[in-house]
């Protein structure tokens, strides 16, 4: 089992950052890939980072060097510093970590809302 929880969530005008954390716990020695997701009311969960154990970064499109994804082994914790923030980057943000099987885990999610 591992339990992922997110903090760092909030309300920030545009053009504005935040920086949002992931703390896992648990069997986090089976976590390989971890990832940033998003989601707005009536539409789907989003990509937004991932990093895997060794470092390797993929973001999406819409990240456009923005977001600057990390992770620290030790503290078992990964980051997502977000700059440059505008009123589509409002959503529900999400903590996912992932076993070498397959298998995911999800965070509760923390709310960031971006006003213009």
């Known amino acids: 089992q591992v339990q992922l929880v997110e903090s760092g969530g909030g309300l920030v005008q545009a053009g504005g950052s935040l920086r949002l954390s992931c703390a896992a716990s648990?069997?986090?020695?089976?976590?390989?890939?971890m990832g940033w997701y998003r989601q707005t009311p009536g539409k789907q969960r989003e990509l937004v980072a991932t990093?895997?154990?060794?470092?390797?970064?993929t973001y999406a499109i819409f990240v456009k060097g923005r977001f600057t994804i990390s992770r620290d082994n030790a503290k078992n914790t990964m980051y997502l510093q977000m700059n440059s923030l505008n009123p589509e980057d409002t959503a529900v943000y999400y903590c996912?970590?992932?076993?070498?099987?397959?298998?995911?885990?999800w965070g509760q999610g923390t709310q960031v809302t971006v006003s213009s």
């Open positions: 648990g069997s986090i020695f089976s976590i390989n890939t």
């Open positions: 990093i895997t154990r060794e470092g390797t970064i």
């Open positions: 996912k970590g992932e076993l070498s099987t397959g298998l995911g885990y």
